[in-house]
Each structure stands twice: as C-alpha cells, then as structure tokens.
C-alpha cells in the first residue's frame, strides 16, 4: 500500500497500512521522535504524553504514591483534551507550595523515590542526569556552587514527579534498551515571563543554559511566552542527543499526545512522543491498480450506512462512570516446567513492571498430561516484551492473545497519620470507589505497615484496622 505523507510542525511523519515493494525497514532500533517544534516541552507534558502512549491513566500511582510522604497533601489526575483535532492527556497536579527543597533534599528525595519504585539503572540514571543538568544551569546563572543554590520553581515536589516519572514511563513503555531518540527542532517562545525573580526574558536564564551547554537546536516559534521549561529542557537533554528539522521516511506505529496547563490560544499546547521504525526508499515501482472487484467492494463499503451508535461512542458512555482501559491477555500451555521456573516466571514479569497480573491455572491437556495454563495480563505496549520473556522462561514456542477492554474502579492513595506512643507514623492507604462515590475497599500500603510493625513492635494484623478507621474518618 502506499505511504500516505503527513506535517506537523517542520517534522516529517509517514502512515502506512504495510510495506511498499521496494521499501525496506531498518527494524534493529525502535526511532522515537519528540516533537517539541511548536509549543516546547516541559515536564508534565513528557508525562501526559508518555501515559497516552501507554494508554493507562493511572499508570504514575506508584510514583505519586511515593511522594505522599514527602507532601502529604500531593494529588495527581489524568484527563483527556483536544485541540485542533488533536486527542490526548493532560495532568493536574496539586500540592503545598510552601514546600521547598534545597539541591542535596531534592536529589535525596529523587533516588529515594527511584528505589522505592525499583527503577531500573539505567531509568535511575536518567532521572538523576536530568535534576543534574538542572543544579549545573543554575549554578552558572547564579554564579554559585550547587549545594549553596536556592531553588525557586525547580525545588518543588512535582520537578521529582516529573523526572523520576519520566524515566519511569519510559521504561514501562519499553524505550531505555533499544530505542534511537530524535528531537525536533524545539519552541522557546518568545517575550517576558513572570517568574520569582521578577520578569525574564525568554528564555529565561536557566533555559538558556541548557540549550548551550547541550548544543539544541531551539526556535521562537509562534506562542508569545515562555513554552520551554527548565525540567522541559533538562529531560529533552538528557534523552536525545539528535536534532532535526525534518525526519523523512519516519513510519509511525504509536504515539502519545501530551498537552501542557497554560491555554496559547490557537495554538496547541502539546508535544508529541511518536515511536515508530526508520524506511529506507530504495526504489520506486509502480503500483497497480485496483482491481475492478476491490473497486466494487469499495464502493460497496463507502455506501453503507453508519451504525445507529458507533463502538467508540458507546464506550465513551462508559468512561463517563467507570475508568476504562484496555490490556492484552497473553496465554500459553505448558506441560514440561518444573515449579521453579513457573515461580520465577512471576518474579521476571511482576517485579519487573512488565504484567499486571500472572496467574498460573493447573489443567488437564493433550493426551490426558497435567499442564499449567499460565495467562498474563499486561499493557498493550508490552505484548512483546511478555512474549519474549515467556518463550524464553518457559521453552513455549508460541502464545496466544487478545485485547481485552477493562472496567475499573476509582482509585486513590492518601496519606493517613498513625499516632503512637506520641509519635507519628505517616502510612499511605489505597482507596477505591464507586461511581457514586461510596468507598469499596481501604487496603494500607504493605510496605508501610510492615515498617511501622518493625519500629513499634506492634503486630500488622493489629495495625491494619486500626490504620483502616483512620483512613475511613480522613475520607468520610
């Protein structure tokens, strides 16, 4: 079929239904472009564009919830927005502005964060790059050594969501091993932004920093304010060392749209994060025609009449109430595995951020032999990363799936104060909800509870209900 060429901003995209004869793809490394060329980048927007990548909105619980700690009036939501035609996430964030962080608690607080999620080295090492690339620009603006800066906007809990976030998303989507990152040619904005040292020129001191120091290439672009961030720069540093205003033969095969908070009028406030593979033009060859029967049976299909309610709407109905989703469900017979390496499956795919859930469900198979249906739960992005590490774990020549939609339950994580001994223990609770709001479950974080069962000697099954009435008279 032939490419269909499409613009956005100055970066090139090609749409294809397959491979044309005389096009080849380079499938070694998945190409991820940043298209920042027309509202820049910042921080929330990497993350709003990653969860829509994803596709999951509550896939940043795990990283808000270790921030509670820290600010326990921290709060992180997910929508939807459009603009120009254009579908994706944006995020909320609130929480206590009087909560500063000097550079040495900010980074404490970041690797911190980091463990407690298990981040990967290398996602680990991201994070810390970017908040790196951050204290440096500061301290040549300031002209002072880092552990001596005073963070303004920068030393906030969110600069640690964002960042930490980043690397997360990133690795849950599978982009930190082999992935080749490209960056378009990104927006600064133009004019004066106010800031807590008055009104700056942009780019403000910091950014302009970044941009030097890491050789990017940036324009105004068309938004009359500052659209590229200090966290928005840091991370685009960090990432990709490639910039380009053009990325020709670019086949996109997922993308996610990230908006900021600020309204720039008729411009939308979004980058794109788009993976895709690298096609090579070698020759150009003549397509065929359609053939009469094709021909017809276009015909035929443009005529029909639209459905009375299309799939899409009657699921937007649904999101209305409940959060919605969709998952793989992968699954294969064995009947050759020892129970060690079933056990280790659920390590691999559980610890490893790759599954939802794993269940391993004993059966009778083919001439009569005991086997085990193991069958995986995951995100749709992960399909092939599941598959791969269930050939290679099990020995299966094969796995079988579908993609499921999923119903769930509103969901939240607060912080609770536990008083003993007159001392406070902070412990993070899991709430879920009804449509109407009524609460369904109140669940303690394990880790938590076991860690004030070690300081105070008091039994879990003592604690939990006791941590239970006291997250029921916070959410009452």
Request: aromatic share 4%; proline share 4%; net charge negative.
């Amino acid at each position: 079929m032939s490419l269909f060429e499409r613009k956005t901003g100055q970066a090139v995209f090609y749409h294809h239904g397959g491979v044309q004869a005389g096009v080849t793809t380079n499938l070694a490394k998945k190409r991820v472009l940043i298209d920042v060329a027309n509202a820049g980048a910042s921080g929330d927007m990497f993350l709003s564009a990653l969860t829509d990548l994803i596709g999951e909105d509550d896939v940043l619980l795990p990283v808000a919830a270790s921030l509670l700690i820290y600010d326990p009036s921290f709060r992180l939501s997910v929508t939807s927005r459009s603009h120009s035609g254009y579908t994706g996430r944006q995020l909320q964030i609130t929480r206590n502005p009087a909560i500063r962080l000097n550079p040495d608690s900010m980074m404490e607080v970041l690797m911190a964060v980091a463990e407690e999620i298990e981040l990967a080295p290398r996602a680990k090492n991201l994070a810390k790059e970017a908040l790196t690339i951050i204290f440096q620009a500061e301290s040549r603006v300031h002209n002072k050594p880092i552990s001596e800066l005073h963070l303004h906007e920068t030393g906030t809990i969110d600069t640690v969501l964002d960042l930490v976030g980043t690397a997360y998303l990133l690795e849950r989507a599978g982009l930190l091993e082999d992935a080749e990152f490209v960056s378009t040619r990104v927006a600064v904005g133009s004019g004066t932004i106010a800031t807590e040292h008055g009104d700056l020129e942009v780019p403000g001191p910091a950014v302009a920093e970044i941009l030097v120091a890491h050789d990017m290439l940036f324009h105004n672009g068309e938004a009359r304010t500052e659209v590229l961030t200090p966290t928005g720069a840091a991370l685009l540093a960090a990432i990709t060392k490639v910039y380009v205003d053009a990325y020709d033969g670019f086949v996109a095969q997922n993308q996610g749209i990230g908006f900021g908070t600020r309204d720039l009028g008729a411009i939308p406030n979004m980058m794109r994060i788009v993976v895709g593979e690298l096609v090579v033009q070698e020759e150009k060859k003549p397509v065929s025609p359609p053939k009469e029967e094709s021909k017809r049976a276009l015909a035929k299909e443009a005529k029909a009449p639209p459905d009375s309610k299309s799939k899409a709407e009657e699921r937007s109905e649904v999101l209305d109430e409940w959060s919605a989703d969709e998952v793989v469900v992968i699954e294969t017979n064995v009947d050759d595995v020892d129970g060690e390496t079933l056990g280790s499956l659920f390590d691999t795919l559980l610890v490893e951020g790759l599954a939802y859930d794993v269940v391993v469900i004993p059966a009778l198979g083919k001439k009569s032999r005991p086997c085990f249906l193991v069958k995986v739960i995951a995100a749709k992005t992960g399909l092939k990363s599941v598959a791969e590490v269930m050939m290679r774990h099990l020995g299966t020549t094969g796995i079988r799936y579908s993609t499921w939609q999923r119903l769930k339950a509103a969901r939240e994580t607060i912080v609770c104060g536990l008083n003993i001994d007159d001392k406070e223990y902070m412990v993070r609770v899991k709430v879920s909800r009804t449509t109407d709001g009524s609460i369904i479950s109140i669940k303690p974080e394990d880790d938590d509870v076991e860690r004030v069962s070690r300081e105070t000697g008091i039994p879990i099954r003592e604690l939990k209900p006791r941590i239970a009435m006291q997250a029921h008279a916070v959410t009452e």
